[in-house]
């Protein structure tokens, strides 16, 4: 699992986001605290992280923040090429009755984090959205590179 674990970080990374620890989600960190500590390179199941873009200076709430002005958060892109368990989404705040729905290939979801579980991954974003790390990792490989180094040329 930590071999699996090190190649989110790494591939995040690769594609020009940072990731941040943002605390668990009982006692999250302060945004301010968050930029303090600045990227991390290692993950820890139930921790809730942040994915921001890599920007001259990840220690700066305001340099990440201007960067996201005019730009979306990182998207990940559902796979396709597995027929069963892309993961699953039902709506935060939908009581137990409501049902979950399976992800579809080729569907869109904005994250602006994660947070590790046991055998899935949990996409922090709009709806409540869980996928198998298999998927994932997958997934990741499609995220789009949208970081300050692409729209300046800088390597």
């Not at 002005?69 to 990940?76: A, E, G, L, V, W």
């Not at 904005?110 to 790390?133: H, N, R, S, W």
Request: net charge neutral; hydrophobic share 35%.
């Amino acid at each position: 699992m930590e071999g699996i674990i090190q190649r989110i970080v790494e591939m995040i990374n690769s594609k020009g986001w940072n990731i941040y620890y943002q605390g668990k989600s009982d006692e999250k960190f302060s945004e301010e605290n968050m930029y303090k500590m600045g990227p991390v390179k290692a993950l820890e199941k139930y921790i809730v992280y942040r994915i921001l873009p890599q920007v001259d200076e990840p220690y700066s709430q305001t340099a990440v923040e201007n960067f996201l002005k005019n730009r979306r958060h990182p998207t990940i892109t559902v796979p396709f090429g597995f027929p069963n368990n892309l993961g699953r989404k039902k709506s935060y705040g939908a009581g137990p009755a409501e049902p979950e729905c399976k992800l579809c290939s080729g569907e869109e979801i904005p994250i602006v984090g994660i947070k590790l579980l046991d055998k899935e991954i949990q996409l922090i974003a709009a709806t409540e959205t869980f996928m198998p790390y298999n998927v994932f990792l997958l997934a990741v490989g499609l995220l789009q590179d949208t970081t300050e180094r692409q729209a300046t040329g800088k390597a």
